[in-house]
């Protein structure tokens, strides 16, 4: 046997075990072909000693926005994925988003392959945004791309003018991704309720920030993640309700797990890490709009029981998946955030929303495992860091038989950590640091134990902390055709009563 690649004295961490530092990783042709000990060195064989660190999959971002329409500043595919990989994300998910007017999808698959082709650092697949779900698309068109592009998730908006969905629709929708296997990705924000909201602001001229977090309350998340659960319990269909902000909400997603229904749930940092006051006035900056880097959708909550009821629900399981929800754009630009300072005047609605983070996604979590505390103050294990940032997305998404995982056969895809305790893995998270074509990080000033040392896609090292950075190249990074997603079908719940199933598949009332 010959290896391109040994690491050594790693402690490889699965969604299920921690194992000893004496088990080495053999990795040839980009691919993990043995876990064991005392692996053999043949003369061509690389070598990375860990010096015992651990070693986790390669991080799976499975929410990031990338260079779409509606988002005329902030990154590139090359400055996303660039900073993808520096912070330890070898797969990225990102949209491409149809407009209404737009009758068939292909051209917009076609058109965001365009933007992404050669340009990537990291490997990379589509969701698509479906906003104008013709019978056309869901018969014709949504079949053929599973088929041809392996592309095997949509996302749906409950808000939004240009993209919302009425209850019918999403219904439709729900269907036909049950009958295909799709992933159903749902934003959830009940879009009248904000909008009143808004325009009862305006009126009164209550147009700073601090006011978008007072527009988007916790109720309308509630309302719309509850009936999301009910229309995807009506027909039977697995969802995922995407970057939930709120443990109100989150306690609906609880409940019909605990009945068996294959509802998921993802999370992002910034509701975990970052409060409303980020929103506030602040008189020691320097420009009193720079609040509005913290502008996004659903906004930051008010209060620590916020930040700690999502907590929980990492921990206990109720969150499928850590996603970033990496949506860049640059503060000081006129398209930018301060699209919303308007002759001199703030208005939070005019804001693009949106915050970047796809960087910074793993270190945070990680922080807060047992590698970084002590027992009694991790919030999770590094197991489920493990589940949370890699293998959960990979067989949520289709990519359960090559990614996610650290197991032979697979792609290596790889993060080596620092030792536990080294000095040198110690970061204050600061925009200089970032490598986003944004001009901020809303991180600014955390600090982590422990950061990326190697980042590793199929077998090449991409990131080296302290020798090169950035050492992958542009275009390395490949499109994922995907497969159907593992955690849809699993466990199907009896319909509603007096529902049954069609030929096609559809669940329709029954005689
Ligand atoms: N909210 C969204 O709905 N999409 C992108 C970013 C955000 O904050
Ligand atoms: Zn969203
Ligand atoms: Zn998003």
Redesign the pocket.
């Known amino acids: 046997t010959n290896y391109d690649l040994i690491i050594k004295n790693g402690q490889i961490v699965t969604a299920s075990e921690v194992l000893p530092s004496n088990l080495e990783l053999g990795i040839r042709d980009g691919i993990i072909v043995a876990i064991g000990i005392n692996l053999e060195i043949s003369c061509n064989t690389e070598i990375i000693d860990a010096e015992g660190g651990y070693i986790t999959p390669g991080g799976i971002d499975s929410h990031v ?1 990338v260079a779409q329409d509606n988002a005329p500043t902030g990154d590139t595919w090359e400055t996303a994925t660039r900073s993808a990989i520096a912070g330890g994300t070898t797969t990225v998910l990102a949209f491409a988003s149809q407009k209404r007017h737009e009758e068939s999808i292909f051209p917009v698959v076609t058109e965001y392959h365009r933007r992404a082709g050669g340009q990537s650092y990291c490997d990379y697949g589509f969701h698509i945004i479906l906003s104008h779900p013709t019978d056309q698309i869901l018969d014709e068109e949504l079949p053929k791309m599973v088929e041809t592009e392996g592309i095997t998730s949509v996302k749906l ?1 409950m808000t ?1 003018e240009p993209l919302k969905l009425t209850d019918r629709q999403m219904l439709e929708v729900m269907l036909s991704c049950r009958r295909l296997g799709m992933t159903t990705m749902i ?1 959830a924000e009940n879009s009248d309720m904000i909008s009143v909201i808004i325009d009862g602001l305006e009126r009164k001229g209550n147009t700073n920030p601090f006011f978008h977090a007072i527009a988007r309350p916790q109720i309308a998340e509630d309302e719309a993640s509850y009936r999301a659960i009910s229309l995807a319990t009506l027909v039977d269909t697995p969802i995922l309700i995407v ?1 939930m902000s709120s443990q109100t909400a989150m306690q609906h997603v609880r409940r019909a797990q605990t009945r068996l229904l294959p509802i998921h749930a993802e999370t992002c940092p910034h509701y975990l890490f970052l409060l409303s006051d980020m929103l506030q006035h602040d008189d020691t900056h320097h420009d009193h709009f720079d609040s509005a880097k913290h ?4 906004p930051l909550r008010h209060h620590v029981s916020d930040l700690e009821g999502l907590w929980q629900g990492l921990a206990n399981g109720t969150f499928t998946v850590w996603s970033s ?1 990496h ?1 860049p754009h640059t503060y000081d630009h006129p398209k930018g955030k301060k699209a919303g300072l308007i002759d001199g005047v703030a208005r939070f609605s005019k804001v693009p ?3 970047p983070g796809v960087e910074t996604r793993l270190p945070l979590l990680f922080n807060q495992t047992e590698a970084c505390q002590p027992p009694e103050t991790a919030r999770i294990s590094l197991p489920q860091f493990v589940q949370l940032t890699a293998t959960n997305a990979a067989k949520l998404y289709g990519l359960g038989n090559r990614k996610g995982s650290i197991v032979a056969g697979f792609d290596a895809d790889l993060i080596i950590w620092y030792p536990p305790g080294d000095p040198r893995g110690g970061v204050d998270i600061s925009q200089s640091m970032m490598h986003h074509g944004v001009d901020y990080t809303p991180f600014e000033g955390l600090k982590v134990q422990n950061w990326p040392r190697y980042t590793i896609l199929r077998g090449k090292v991409i990131w080296n902390r302290e020798c090169g950075g950035i050492i992958g190249e542009k275009g390395y990074g490949a499109f994922l055709k995907r497969g159907r997603g593992q955690l849809v079908t699993g466990k199907m719940q009896q319909p509603v009563t007096g529902m049954v199933a069609n030929e096609r598949g559809y669940w329709m009332p029954g005689k």
């Open positions: 926005h908006y939004y934003h970057h502008i996004c959708a659903p929800d949506a929303n949106g915050i």
